[in-house]
């Protein structure tokens, strides 16, 4: 049983974590208490090092990590201001490992959940032999990358012929009017204003896994679906109804105020 959920803000994104906690409270009987960035709670000396022993150097390469002293002086400078950080893929397991062993010995009961909004993508390694990004990597802390959100779940193919056309005759990616406008299906991109409204799922979907042993739901047009395309996440987060039959019970809307710290 879920007593406390300690929900830890983004600093560089959309994302509003008041906003999740309060559609959390009206669905879920817990304590949400809304922190401030985990990486700023928690940063000591060794943190910025850890990271770079996290990198994913290739995307067919299991090894990981490059400790050289220029990688741990770029994530030092990621962390003092991160919005320099990006374009850097970390693996998951072991960012969440490094991250849980800061977390105090009183917190780390199951019966406290801990989920960080990250603005660092995050993967692991699959059986195809090859780093997929990740917009979650569940567990008693909970990892949510937010550019996973963006990047994570495949995008319509026509997104991918429209970036290969603009690339070629201009050297780097659509401007956002083309990609919302000229491109069929429907996405999210960087900072979309969806952002928050996606995020409340997938921190919902932490919360499942330590209250029944299961994170995700079978039915597509359910906020606890795993969603593998952009398509999909928009039809299970961002469109009625929010739950399937069964999880509408569960996690319907509340009349009960929840009290909060």
């Given amino acids: 049983m879920v007593d406390d959920v300690f929900l830890y803000r983004a600093p ?7 906003e999740i906690a309060d559609w959390l409270r009206d669905r879920f009987v817990a304590d949400v208490e809304v922190r401030e960035h ?7 000396a060794d943190l910025a090092r850890d990271f770079a022993g996290a ?4 995307p067919y390469d299991r090894d990981t990590g490059n400790e050289m002293l220029g990688v741990v002086r770029y994530e030092k400078r990621a962390l003092d201001d991160p919005d320099r950080a990006g374009g850097v893929l970390y693996d998951g397991f072991a960012v ?9 010995e009183a917190e780390r009961s199951l019966d406290r959940l801990h989920v960080a909004l990250l603005d660092r993508a995050l993967g692991t390694w699959d ?4 780093w997929h990004k990740r917009v979650t990597v569940l567990g008693p802390l909970t990892l949510i990358s937010v550019p996973g959100l963006y990047e994570a779940p495949a995008k319509p193919e026509s997104y991918y012929r429209a970036k290969q056309t603009h690339a070629l005759l201009s050297g780097d990616a659509p401007p956002r009017e083309v990609l919302e406008t000229e491109i069929d ?5 960087e900072d979309d204003p969806r952002t928050t409204d996606a995020l409340k799922g997938y921190v919902l979907q932490a919360i499942h896994l330590l209250e029944t042993g299961e994170a995700f739901c079978e039915e597509p047009q359910c906020q606890l679906y795993n969603a593998h395309h952009q398509e999909e996440l928009v039809d ?16 319907g809307r509340r009349s009960t105020t929840v009290q909060t710290k």
């Fill in 96 to 104: 969440r490992r490094f991250l849980e062993r800061r977390l105090p």
């Fill in 185 to 189: 299906g429907e996405f999210l991109v």
């Fill in 236 to 251: 299970a987060q961002l469109r009625d109804p929010e739950f399937c039959t069964d999880h509408e019970e569960l996690y």
């Fill in 127 to 130: 059986e195809d032999g090859r």
């Fill in 38 to 44: 985990f990486l700023d709670r928690y940063r000591d």
């Fill in 12 to 18: 560089t994104t959309v994302a509003d974590a008041e």
């Fill in 55 to 58: 990198r994913v150097l290739s």
